[in-house]
């Protein structure tokens, strides 16, 4: 039986997920629910989302000015990201 276009698959879709797993071992801007934002290379992460990464420069927005705080290495929360930029170099400092 062939497929109607309604139910054809798009075979260039990519779901959410598949979309993270590409981007393993690439850098990744993180844009956190709270005034923070975080900027890495992507080592693993989980069904939900927890994410590690390494190489990490976190910025945070705080009554006095922009903190910048450098890391080796971080285990991310899922549940506290807003949005996910596969290649990005974070915000302009």
């Not at 075979?11 to 993270?20: D, I, N, Y």
């Not at 981007?23 to 989302?49: A, H, M, N, Y």
């Not at 450098?70 to 949005?83: A, F, R, V, Y």
Request: aromatic fraction near 4%.
């Amino acid at each position: 039986m062939a497929a109607t276009a309604s139910t054809a698959v798009n075979p260039s879709t990519l779901m959410p997920l598949e979309l993270v797993d590409k981007c393993i071992g690439s850098r990744i801007w993180v844009i956190l629910k709270s005034e923070r934002e975080i900027v890495g290379t992507l080592v693993g992460f989980d069904d939900f989302v927890n994410m590690v990464l390494e190489d990490v420069t976190e910025y945070e927005t705080t009554p006095e000015g922009k903190r910048v705080t450098k890391l080796d290495q971080i285990l991310l929360n899922g549940n506290h990201i807003t949005m996910l930029v596969p290649g990005g170099e974070g915000p302009q400092v």
